[in-house]
C-alpha cells in the first residue's frame, strides 16, 4: 500500500522525456460505427461518427489526459487505437509501425507494450478466475509463463508491486474491495511489462478516499517503471492532478490539447472554457463567487455530419463574434498558437475572448 | 446560512436503522438526529454505505420492512411522527409536502408511461385540480425546470429525454406538489459536469423562488460546497460531524473529515500537491459500534478510540463532531477537557 507520505507528489510540468521521440502517434483517426436497417437486406442508413480526425501523439513516461464529456469519443479513441475496434481510417504508429495495417500474430506481438486499465473493477475480472490467473493470464498468452513455482514468484511480485498482499494469490475477486480489484487490474496489466497503459475511467467506480490510493499507485508505478499513460476521465480534477498534457475532446475531435498548465491557466477553447467552469471546486467562498457559464442545450447528435463547427450551435463565443458566420460553414483546423506551439486549439476566434 | 430561530421542518431524533440479512444484522443508521430548517439546503455528505441514503429513505419511509426496521428514533415532520402515520397517511405527505428525487431518473419514472400522465398523477393525487388543470400545472412545472417547449414535450416518453433532460423531468415531478422539503439523493451523480452544473442551477432557483428547504445526499463535497448552509457528515450510519458549510470546509474538526478533504484533487490545487488517501475500508456494520468507527482508519487514534464511543458534542464554540480530540492545522492538541467541552 502506498503510505500517507511517501514523497510523490503531482507529476512534474514536464517529464524527463520532452523532447525524446514520440512513443506512439495516432494521426487522424476515425472510428464509424454504421447504422443499419432492415431485417433481410440490411442497408446502412447511417453512420455515427464517434472518432472523428483524432491526432495526438506520446512520449516516453508522459501522461496524457484525454477528457469530455459522456459520448465525446474518448474511450472509443483508445479503443481504436489499441485497435480492439478496426479503426474506419487514419494511422496509429507505434515502434516505426502503423497499427492498423498489422493482423494476427504482427498485432498481437505489438499489443505486448499497449495494456489497457477498465472502468469497472467489477465488470473486467472473471468472476470464476483467482487472482493468480487472472494476473497470469497474459503471461500465458504469449507464452512467458515459467514453471510453477517461477510463475507463483513472479505473480506474487506484481501483487506486491500494486500493494496486494501475495498471501492472497488464491483469492477470488469478490473476496476484494473494489480499490482492490482496480489494483489486480493494473497488476494484469504490467505483468507483460508494456510500455504504454490507457486507463479507461480507472477511479470512476472507486469511493472518493479510496480514488486517492490508486491514483498515487499509478503515479508511483509511472515513476519507478518509466510506463507512458493515456488517461481517460471525466473527473476533470483527477486528470489535471496525473497528466502531463490535457487534450479535451468534444463529439470526437479533440478542440484543445495543451500541457497541462496551459490548458488549465489559459483555457482558448470556448467549450473548455465552459467544461472547465462547470467543475465544482471544494470550498464554499470559492464556489459563492465564482461566475457560472451554464452550456445550453446538448450534445448534438455524432450520427449527423456538420460542415462547420461541431460547438457552433451551443456556442457563446460564437454569438458574439461570428459575424459572417464562419462557424457554420467551415470547420476549425486544430492548430498552434502563435506564441506557444505545444498549445493546440480548433477555434476561429479563440484569441477574441 | 441557517438564520437563528427559523422553523424547523424536519427533525431527526436518534434514528436506528437495521436490516435483516442472510449474513446477519446490518446496523445501518445508528443513532441519527438532525434538524432541517425552513428555506434551508442541509448537505449530507459521506461515501457509500456510510448510511446517508439509507436514513433519508427512512424519512419518506421508503426501506423495505422486512428485511429493514426502525429500531428506535423518531422522526418529527412539523410536529408529526412520520414513523408513527398509516400507510394511508405517510402517502398523503410523501410526493406531497415531501418530495425526493434520485440519482438515476429511469428508476423514478416508468418507461411505458409518456411523462404527462406520470406528472400529472402526483398533482391530482395531491390536490383538487381537474385533470385539464393538471396538466396545464405541469407543463408550468417543466417550463420552470428548464426544458424546452415544455407544451409539446409533455406527451414525450421518458426515454425519449436526455440524461439532464430527465432528471429535470424528475424534478418537475417532485415540485409538481408544492412540496416544501426536497431529498435530493445524488441528483447529479450520474451526469457530466456541464449538464451537474445545469441541474444545480434549476435546483438552487427553485429552492430560493418557492422558499422550500432542502436536503443534497451526495459523496461529492465541492457541490455541497456550492450549494448548501450547513453539512452533516456520516460515517459507518453515524453523524461524526455538523457544521456550517464555511466552517466544515476551513476548519474542519473531524479526522474522517480532514481526511475527506485531503484525499480529492481539486481543480484549484497548487501544482505538486500530493494526495493522501485514506488506508483501509470503511466498516462492516454487522455491530452497532461500541467505539470510534473511525478508529481503525485514523491516524490519530487511541486506546481511548478503541474501547469508547465519542458521543456528537459541542466544542466550547459549539461545533459538533464526534471525537475525543481537537486538531489545529492537522496537528493534535494537548489533552485538556477530555477532549469535550
Known amino acids: ?353 | 446560512m441557517s438564520e437563528q430561530g427559523a422553523q424547523p421542518v424536519l427533525e431527526l431524533d436518534d434514528l436506528h436503522v437495521r436490516f435483516k440479512t442472510d449474513g446477519g444484522l446490518v446496523h445501518a443508521v445508528n443513532g441519527v438526529s438532525y434538524v432541517v430548517n425552513e428555506g434551508e439546503a442541509l448537505g449530507v455528505v459521506g461515501e457509500s454505505g456510510c448510511g446517508k441514503s439509507v436514513t433519508n429513505m427512512t424519512v419518506l419511509r421508503l426501506i423495505p420492512t422486512p428485511p429493514g426496521e426502525v429500531s428506535s428514533g423518531r422522526i418529527n415532520y412539523r410536529g408529526t411522527n412520520l414513523l408513527e402515520l398509516s400507510a394511508k397517511e405517510i402517502r398523503k405527505v410523501r410526493g406531497g409536502k415531501i418530495a425526493m428525487i434520485f440519482q438515476d431518473p429511469m428508476t423514478c419514472l416508468n418507461p411505458f408511461l409518456r411523462i404527462s400522465k406520470q406528472l400529472t398523477e402526483a398533482i391530482l393525487l395531491h390536490s383538487d385540480m381537474t385533470p385539464e388543470q393538471a396538466r396545464q400545472r405541469a407543463i408550468e412545472e417543466l417550463d420552470r425546470v428548464g426544458i424546452p417547449d415544455p407544451a409539446g414535450r409533455i406527451d414525450s416518453y421518458p426515454h425519449e429525454f436526455s440524461g439532464g433532460m430527465r432528471q429535470r423531468v424528475m424534478i418537475a415531478m417532485a415540485l409538481c406538489t408544492d412540496p416544501d422539503l426536497l431529498i435530493a439523493d445524488e441528483p447529479t451523480t450520474a451526469l457530466d459536469v456541464t449538464i451537474q452544473a445545469q441541474i444545480l442551477d434549476v435546483l438552487r432557483r427553485l429552492q430560493a423562488e418557492k422558499g422550500m428547504s432542502l436536503v443534497l445526499i451526495t459523496h461529492d463535497l465541492a457541490v455541497v460546497a456550492g450549494m448548501c448552509s450547513r453539512v452533516v457528515v456520516m460515517y459507518a450510519g453515524r453523524i461524526v460531524e455538523e457544521a456550517p458549510v464555511d466552517d466544515l470546509f476551513a476548519d474542519p474538526r473531524h479526522p474522517y473529515t480532514s481526511a475527506l478533504l485531503a484525499s480529492v484533487p481539486r481543480l484549484d490545487d497548487p501544482l505538486g500537491r500530493h494526495l493522501n488517501p485514506i488506508e483501509g475500508l470503511p466498516p462492516k456494520l454487522a455491530e452497532e459500534p461500541t467505539s470510534c468507527a473511525f478508529a481503525p482508519r485514523c491516524p490519530h487514534a487511541e486506546d481511548r478510540c478503541r474501547r469508547e464511543l465519542p458521543p456528537l458534542a459541542p466544542d466550547a464554540d459549539g461545533r459538533l463532531h464526534a471525537c475525543f480530540f481537537r486538531f489545529k492545522d492537522g496537528e493534535k492538541l494537548p489533552h485538556t477537557d477530555g477532549g469535550q467541552a
Not at chain 1, 480489484?181 to 467506480?205: H, M, N, T, W, Y
Not at chain 1, 458566420?325 to 506564441?339: K, N, S
Open chain 1, 1 to 353: 500500500m502506498s503510505g500517507p507520505n511517501n514523497g510523490h507528489g503531482a507529476p512534474s510540468a514536464t517529464p524527463a522525456s520532452e523532447h525524446s521521440e514520440p512513443l506512439l502517434e495516432v494521426k487522424d483517426l476515425h472510428m464509424h460505427f454504421p447504422v443499419y436497417e432492415g431485417i433481410v437486406f440490411q442497408r446502412e442508413v447511417s453512420r455515427i461518427r464517434a472518432v472523428n480526425g483524432v491526432s495526438f501523439d506520446l512520449r516516453p513516461g508522459e501522461t496524457l489526459g484525454l477528457v469530455g464529456e459522456s459520448g465525446c469519443g474518448k474511450s472509443t479513441t483508445a479503443r481504436a487505437t489499441l485497435q480492439l475496434h478496426k479503426p474506419t481510417s487514419g494511422q496509429v504508429l507505434f515502434d516505426g509501425r502503423d497499427l492498423c495495417q498489422l493482423h494476427g500474430a504482427e498485432l498481437r506481438a505489438v499489443r505486448r507494450d499497449l495494456q489497457m486499465i477498465f472502468q469497472d473493477p467489477y465488470a473486467s475480472l472473471d468472476p470464476r478466475w483467482t487472482v493468480a490467473s487472472i494476473i497470469a493470464e497474459p503471461l500465458r498468452n504469449y507464452g512467458l509463463a515459467r514453471s510453477g513455482h517461477e510463475l507463483r514468484e513472479q505473480i506474487s511480485e506484481l501483487m506486491l508491486t500494486v500493494g496486494l498482499n501475495p498471501s492472497f494469490i488464491g483469492r477470488y475477486p469478490h473476496e476484494f474491495s473494489g480499490g482492490q480489484r482496480q489494483r489486480i487490474g493494473v497488476a494484469r496489466a504490467l505483468a507483460l511489462e508494456p510500455k504504454v497503459i490507457f486507463c479507461d475511467e480507472p477511479v470512476s467506480a472507486l469511493d472518493v478516499s479510496v480514488q486517492a490510493q490508486i491514483v498515487n499507485l499509478l503515479q508511483e508505478l509511472q515513476e519507478r517503471l518509466g510506463l507512458a499513460y493515456v488517461f481517460i476521465a471525466h473527473d476533470i480534477a483527477v486528470v489535471r492532478h496525473l497528466s502531463h498534457r490535457v487534450a479535451i475532446m468534444y463529439l470526437g475531435r479533440i478542440v484543445e490539447i495543451a500541457d497541462r498548465d496551459s490548458i488549465y491557466g489559459e483555457t482558448r477553447h470556448p467549450y473548455s472554457k465552459a467544461l472547465l467552469g462547470a467543475v465544482p471546486i471544494p470550498d464554499p467562498k470559492i464556489e459563492r463567487k465564482r461566475e457560472r457559464i451554464l452550456l445550453e442545450g446538448n450534445l448534438p447528435s455524432p450520427g449527423d455530419a456538420r460542415e462547420g463547427c461541431d460547438f457552433a450551435s451551443r456556442c457563446a463565443l460564437r454569438k458574439r463574434v461570428d459575424s459572417d458566420d464562419r462557424c457554420h460553414t467551415e470547420r476549425p483546423q486544430l492548430l498552434p498558437l502563435a506564441g506557444d506551439p505545444t498549445h493546440k486549439v480548433a477555434c476561429h476566434y479563440h484569441d477574441q475572448d
